[in-house]
C-alpha cells in the first residue's frame, strides 16, 4: 500500500521558517516527479513545487521561488520543504504528491498557519 506521510507543519510568525517533510513507502519513486502544492481555504489547491526522485531536478512556483526549497533523501525515502520567509499569504494545507503518467498519490496534507 502506497502511503504518503506529511509532518512539520504548524504556526509560526510572519518571517519564520518551517520544514515539511513527506515520508514514502509503499513502493519506490524512482522516476517519479515528488510535488509539494498547498490549498488555502476558499481557493483552489496550487503548485508550489517539484523534484525529480531520480534526477534531482527543481521547479517552482513563483510565489515561493528563492523562499522555499525542495529536496529529497532517497536513503530516507523521504521528499521535505523548507520554507524561509514564510508570509500570512503561504497559510494553507500543504500536500505531497507523487506522480508518474497515470499513478497519482497524495498524502493527507499538513496545515501550515503564519501570523502577522
Known amino acids: 500500500q502506497v502511503q504518503l506521510v506529511e509532518s512539520g507543519g504548524g504556526l509560526v510568525q510572519a518571517g519564520g521558517s518551517l520544514r515539511l517533510s513527506c515520508a514514502t513507502s509503499?513502493?519506490?519513486?524512482?522516476?517519479?516527479?515528488m510535488n509539494w502544492f498547498r490549498q488555502a481555504p476558499g481557493k483552489e489547491r496550487e503548485f508550489v513545487a517539484a523534484?525529480?526522485?531520480?534526477?534531482?531536478?527543481?521547479r517552482y512556483a513563483d510565489s515561493v521561488k528563492g523562499r522555499f526549497t525542495i529536496a529529497r533523501d532517497n536513503a530516507k525515502n523521504t521528499v521535505y520543504l523548507q520554507m524561509n520567509g514564510l508570509k500570512p499569504e503561504d497559510t494553507a494545507v500543504y500536500y505531497c504528491?507523487?506522480?508518474?503518467?497515470?499513478?497519482?498519490?497524495w498524502g493527507q496534507g499538513t496545515q501550515v498557519t503564519v501570523s502577522s
Open positions: 523534484i525529480g526522485w531520480s534526477s534531482g531536478s527543481t
Open positions: 504528491n507523487a506522480k508518474i503518467r497515470e499513478y497519482d498519490y
Open positions: 509503499g513502493r519506490t519513486f524512482s522516476g517519479y516527479v
